[in-house]
Nanobody, 124 residues
Framework: QARLVESGGGSVQAGGSLRLSCSVSVSTYVPACKAWFRQAPGQKREGVAA??????GAHYADSVKGRFAISQDRAQVYLDINSLRTEDTAMYYC???????????????????WGQGTQVTVSS
């Protein structure tokens, strides 16, 4: 059984900041990889950031480098979003997987566990 619960979304003006949080629980296992994805209306789901549970190494999609920061604290994973743009408007999903190599891909099909999402809306 897995349970991923996101929070922290909302409506914000362009230039503002948000912190998204995700509580991750995967039965008796500790996921090796946790990530954030987003999906805008009519668009494919895209990975924005991933973090290895062991060591905390992270990587980012080119489109968000310098503005997004992923971090973790035990069973929580966070996504700090700064300098928000209208194009950041999307449903943001937390994902996790037991595979160490999954973090290197940020391919949604590689992730087994998903949350329900939290909406971020950025207005100009």
């Amino acid at each position: 059984q897995a349970r991923l619960v996101e929070s922290g979304g909302g409506s914000v003006q362009a230039g503002g900041s948000l912190r998204l949080s995700c509580s991750v629980s995967v039965s008796t296992y500790v996921p090796a990889c946790k990530a954030w994805f987003r999906q805008a209306p009519g668009q494919k789901r895209e990975g924005v950031a991933a973090i290895w549970t062991a060591g905390g190494g992270a990587h980012y999609a080119d489109s968000v480098k310098g503005r997004f920061a992923i971090s973790q604290d035990r069973a929580q994973v966070y996504l700090d979003i700064n300098s928000l743009r209208t194009e950041d408007t999307a449903m943001y999903y937390c994902a996790a997987d037991l595979g160490v190599s999954t973090c290197a891909t940020m391919n949604e099909h590689d992730y087994e566990y998903w949350g329900q999402g939290t909406q971020v809306t950025v207005s100009s």
